[in-house]
């Protein structure tokens, strides 16, 4: 691996721009997290574990499905690639600079390294520790610093994005969508078989009310009291993946209160990359004393839509809806989750679906949090890799269970000139057991 441009020193951490030597504790790091002994590159709160890093024992085969080596045929952006400037970094050869921020940066954090490694790297953990690092220890230009915290002060925060709408060219998005509010009780239809919590989300319930509307219809069809906690927040999933750790873990608390108090035995979500980061909440608040054991109980709780539709066998009856389905596999589902099978029963419970899948399904779309927002060009050539690759399928529908994903693809698509209806899965079923014809799709 050529590691010329990766001295220490170079970059823009050098000199004034970093606030604290490398190696010593910072300022943030909690006392409770102090390691006995001090890493060269980086600071003592959480750094990526010298274990986990002498995993990897240098095989390659997380190379191919890896979208950003894929891309670029270089070794620094590929999951070995970064694991071994991880490596370099908590050695002391390098520093948290320039070069090492780019390549981690341009990580998508799609964890399809995670699934395709035999030798069992957690990947996940050790980008999840090194991108906190990255935040408390380099400065990145001020216009960088600026359009982050423009995104972190829009995406988390429902109502403000619902108010940025009319300046969007949203088209999908309906002014009835926008005023709707779920009820925060529905009772279960018939028998009940469980009660459950839904995370409404903050893109899922701006963009996508639909999707939560099929969600809260199908779970009760299924014999679910549906609870929805008022002053729900942001999961924190956008800020976790981004190494905004102390912004993420307060909303991941915020989530755990609103959920607690209403005793469900399950938290149910739609969205693929809120549901991975609610699942290591456990992981997250292993060192906050007040909230460790909360948190791992709601962690246990957490069960994608999918998933508990699978447990649940079906009692509300399906009609029958004849098309041909391609179903993306979202990476934090298939990849983070390792939530596979559960959708494409979920899809098949429905008599006259076909579900197809899609070439080069491991390989993400793109779309990966914010990362479309400050990586364009990769996520563009990505999404339309995807979309030629669906196209190659000859769809009715795209079927994805997640509203980046529902973004990215409907956005790929249509500078490729296709329009093709992309829905989550749940939204087939909901049309399935009302014996209506699926949203976007026009009846013959
Ligand atoms: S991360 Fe796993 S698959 Fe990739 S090089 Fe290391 S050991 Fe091999
Ligand atoms: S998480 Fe995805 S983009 Fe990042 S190294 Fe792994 S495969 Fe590559």
Redesign the pocket.
Known sequence: MDTSNVQPGNGSTSGSQRKKPVGLAVEHAPAVSMRPTQLAGFDLHHPPEPELIADCVHCGF?LP?????LLWGEEMD??RG?IQLMKMTSAGEIGINATFTAHIDR???????VTACPSGVQ?DKL?EATRPQIERHYKRSFSDRLFRSFLFSLFPHPARLRAMLPLLFMPSVSLGALRSRPATFTRAQGKRRRRVGLLLGCVQRVFFDPVNAATMRVLTAEGCDVVVPPGQGCCGALCMHSGREEEGLKYARRLIDAFEVWGVDTVVVNAAGCGSTMKEYAHLLRDDPRYAERARAFSDSVRDISEILAELEPVAPRHPIQLRVAYHDACHLAHAQRVRLQPRKVLHSIPGIEVVDIPEADI?CGSAGIYNLIEPQAANQLGERKAQHILSTHPDVIATANPGCLLQINAALQRLGQRIPTLHPVELVDASIRGVVPPGLTKE
């Open positions: 997380c499905t890896c979208p950003t080596y590929s999951p970064r990580c998508l954090g799609c964890m399809a390294c990947y980008i993400c």
